[in-house]
């Protein structure tokens, strides 16, 4: 059996991430289970009222791994279905995503991302960047831990079907996070963050073990893009979205400077030479909120699907009529 994943801790508000970003699964696939791995208050409030028929799978997250590694890393504890597919809560759908099942199925394990990362991928986001460069950290890295590549992993959804293969991913990232002293990456409990990132051990991990990424560009048939600001054109509820996504790699990864008249003035400078301004216009399976300062819009969707689905259970609405309801037991 096929399924979606989720997980979530803390305040409410991330429970009505959840629970909006199912609700807009459900725009384009009422068939396949989501399970739901929660604080036990996130739980009773779900019950409370009255949406924990969103999920066919709603269980406990246990204490230790309420946080992304202990989630992450330890994806061959928490799989309810044959094949599982593991999203994050900020999330939007916006399109039917059985294409993207069908590709998934040819893999035992895979995450989203860029078969080569960048000096930025785990390092320091200062000037201490040019060090790195410098010394090249990264390959004596690479070297001391026999790899011939690092990937860039954005851990936003990850595939798995083979019990093998996600074992072997989750004991060599735990093994490389234990090693972090000896690696080039920078602990983000050191930049102030509350948590740790479960990324760049996962690369590490799908190197050594010579486990493919699934690429998270691909033109109109990306799995999963940004939402950024000024780069995607949208209805007020997200039910028609559409994202401007450059061709040439480097004026894309423009798109990430905070400063919004300074990044319009550099992709309109670089897209005048020859080539380099191609784009497209695509509609991705998801569209992902991952920018610290790109994510009100989300906020403010969450806040108004959790009003309405609320409304709805308040009302008499059933879910199972609503398509919502998948009878599965879990693993």
């Known amino acids: 059996m096929e399924g979606y994943v989720l997980h979530t801790y803390g305040t409410e508000k991330y429970l009505r991430h959840a629970v909006a970003s199912v609700l807009t ?30 999920f066919a799978v709603l269980e406990e997250l246990p204490k230790d791994h ?19 597919l593991y999203v ?54 690479m070297r001391r831990f026999g790899l011939t590549y690092l990937p860039r992993v954005q851990a936003g959804m990850i595939y798995t079907s083979g019990e093998r293969a996600v ?3 989750m004991t060599a990232a735990r093994d ?12 983000r409990l050191d930049e102030g963050r509350s948590e740790e990132s479960c990324e760049w051990s996962l690369a590490m991990a799908m190197s050594y073990l010579d486990l493919p990424i699934f690429d998270w560009f691909q033109g109109q048939d990306s799995p999963q893009l940004d939402f950024i600001e000024g780069f995607v054109e949208h209805d007020h509820d997200f039910e028609t979205v559409r994202c401007r996504h450059y ?27 020859p080539g380099r301004g191609d784009y497209m216009w695509v509609t991705p399976y998801a569209l992902h909120f991952g920018w610290m300062h790109h994510k009100q819009p989300f906020f403010d969707l ?9 409304k709805g259970a308040s009302a008499g609405g059933d879910g199972e009529q609503a398509g919502f309801s998948v009878s599965v037991s879990a693993r």
């Not at 490389?176 to 602990?187: A, D, G, I, M, N």
């Not at 969450?302 to 609320?310: F, G, H, I, K």
């Open 167 to 169: 074992g072997e991913v």
């Open 247 to 273: 061709a040439d790699d480097f004026v894309h990864g423009l798109r990430g400077l905070p400063m919004h008249g300074l990044r319009d003035g550099l992709v309109r400078l670089f897209a005048r030479f």
């Open 66 to 84: 309420q946080s992304i590694v202990g989630f992450k890393h330890n994806l061959d504890r928490f799989r309810p279905f044959d094949r599982n």
């Open 302 to 310: 969450a806040d108004r699907l959790w009003e309405s689905a609320m």
């Open 88 to 141: 994050d809560s900020d999330i939007v759908w916006c399109r039917d995503p059985d294409p993207l099942w069908t590709r998934l199925a040819t893999y035992e394990f895979t995450a989203t991302g860029l078969h080569k990362a960048d000096f930025w991928f785990g390092g320091p986001k200062g000037l201490g960047i040019l060090a790195d460069r410098l010394l090249d950290r990264r390959r004596r890295t």
């Open 25 to 54: 699964l459900r725009r384009y696939d009422v068939h396949r289970p989501v399970a739901l791995y929660a604080d036990p208050s996130q739980i009773a409030r779900l019950r409370e009222v009255e949406l924990d028929h969103l």
């Open 176 to 187: 490389f996070l234990s090693r972090r002293p000896e690696t080039h990456f920078r602990s």
